[in-house]
């Protein structure tokens, strides 16, 4: 029922920045949380960062301090803006959504790699 697109993923050397962005369409009107996941070769899908409706944020630790994310509720959009980059935040992100249903959707993915 929701539609994500995600957006600005690309290839950065060590140190440099990226901003993604997710835009939902569809069902938009029972979001709850917003949040980017990602996925490295060979590893687990990991949470990077959330955000809920009322704005609280949650972030993994390896990103902490680095990572900020918000969410334009007007636009119907989340974002991840990606500072001090390393290689092992090379991964495919994922923008997520879940309802207050507890129904979660996924975006397709975005690349983002890092050179060393």
């Known amino acids: 029922q929701v539609q994500l697109v995600e957006s600005g993923g690309g290839l950065v050397q060590a140190g440099g920045s990226l901003r993604l962005s997710c835009a939902a369409s569809?069902?938009?009107?029972?979001?709850?949380?917003m949040g980017w996941y990602r996925q490295a070769p060979g590893k687990q899908r990991e949470l990077v960062a959330l955000i809920t409706s009322g704005g609280n944020t949650n972030y993994a630790d390896s990103v902490k301090g680095r990572f900020t994310i918000s969410r334009d509720n007007a636009k119907n959009t989340v974002y991840l803006q990606m500072n001090s980059l390393k290689p092992e935040d090379t991964a495919l992100y994922y923008c997520?959504?879940?309802?207050?249903?507890?129904?979660?959707?996924w975006g397709q993915g975005t690349q983002v790699t890092v050179s060393s």
């Open positions: 569809g069902s938009i009107f029972s979001i709850d949380v």
């Open positions: 997520n959504t879940r309802n207050i249903w507890s129904q979660v959707s």
